[in-house]
């Protein structure tokens, strides 16, 4: 497939159509965040179950309770520090994935409305990576008897 040409860079070239890709994109990176506030929660009850344990049965005071509570944050800042790396690149993938796909169907949508006003389309272009490639091959090649058919 030829790569469309004059395409701008960086974050907002990943927007083809802002609002409804980000919207499904949130989706995805909902359902991740509640699982890893869930996931988070269930850890850090746990811990806080085990201090309790820990400072009854060793009978911990002061400076004691401290040093153990301090030994137990450690494990919770390193999850907290991997649930926000987790949604980061669930957020990363979501606007990479659906610019893959929400770009080519905001493009055969065009195709499909200049056939839909009886308008030979012009061809339908895809950047190189672009899902539904075989896709847009059958709609070019529809397109090009129809040209054959009006000449």
């Keep these: 497939m030829v790569k469309s040409k004059g395409r701008r860079g960086g974050v907002r070239s990943k927007l ?3 609002y409804f890709q980000i919207k499904l994109g949130l989706m995805f990176i909902v359902v991740n965040v509640i699982f890893s506030v869930l996931i988070g929660g269930v850890v850090y009850w ?8 820990l400072k009854t049965y060793f009978q911990l005071t002061g400076g004691d309770a401290s040093l153990t509570i301090g030994k137990l944050s450690n494990p919770m800042m390193i999850i907290g520090s991997m649930v926000m790396m987790f949604v980061g690149t669930t957020f990363y993938v979501a606007v990479h994935y659906t610019h893959k796909i929400y770009g080519p169907l905001v493009s ?7 056939l839909l006003e009886e308008r030979i389309p012009s061809k339908l272009l895809l950047r190189d990576g672009d ?12 397109a090009d008897k129809m040209k054959a058919k009006v000449k």
């Design 46 to 53: 746990v811990l806080s179950d085990v201090f309790a344990a």
């Design 16 to 18: 083809v159509e802002p």
């Design 108 to 114: 055969i949508n065009r195709f499909v409305d200049e």
């Design 131 to 142: 899902e539904l490639q075989d896709l847009a091959i059958k709609l070019n090649e529809l």
